[in-house]
């Protein structure tokens, strides 16, 4: 936890949290979980399946004009302001039960389990900001959705991103830094 504190809410760096990765992202940033979801909110939609662990899958609600809505876009068409079906493995017994503060949803699964969310103000993939926490695996469904790899192309480009704006802050202090030295030299000199 102190990890995520420092490294994705101090500095920035790009964050895809996925299944326990989302959970601990909320609870980071101030939201809650429920322990056992069954427990708690008498769902009965089937979260897990420890019979058909890679197998199983329930029906999400993607909201539209959110990210997760333009990387499965296709299954969007002619519907774009309307929220769709995906369906989406699942191996979680906990589940987000308020989100953090700053963050918006994503999808729900039909009993109304928040199953994906980002933050709109650290959500800029070109200019090295990614912050997304999906309670589903998209690595594992790639034969499913196209979507599935843009998750992963969006977070790639992100975290590329991040790594060269980094380096020409580095390369920037270290070359001012060389300018105060020389200068320094020079009145040394004198």
Not at 83 to 91: F, H, M
Not at 128 to 152: I, K, S, T
Not at 178 to 184: F, K, L, P
């Amino acid at each position: 936890m102190a990890l995520i504190k420092q490294k994705v809410l101090e500095e920035g760096v790009p964050y895809l949290g996925l299944c326990r990765g989302s959970q601990m992202l909320n609870v980071a940033m101030g939201g809650t979980l429920y322990f056992d979801v069954v427990a708690e909110t008498g769902t009965t939609v089937k979260h897990i399946d420890y019979d058909n662990y890679d197998g199983h899958r329930h029906p999400i609600s993607v909201l539209p004009n959110t990210p997760l809505s333009e990387w499965f876009h296709e299954e969007f068409s002619g519907r774009e302001n309307e929220s769709i079906e995906l369906s989406v493995n699942s191996y979680h017994h906990q589940g987000i039960k308020k989100l953090a503060p700053g963050l918006e949803p994503l999808c729900h699964s039909l009993d109304g389990l928040l199953e994906g969310y980002y933050d709109p103000k650290f959500f800029d993939p070109e200019n090295g900001r990614f912050r997304v926490g999906l309670q589903w695996h998209p690595e594992r469904m790639m034969d499913d959705y196209v979507g599935c790899a843009r998750v992963y192309q969006d977070f790639i480009r992100a975290a590329s991103r991040h790594k060269e704006l980094r380096m020409q802050r580095a390369r920037g202090r270290l070359v001012s830094g060389m300018g105060s030295r020389a200068e320094t030299q020079q009145q040394m000199v004198r």
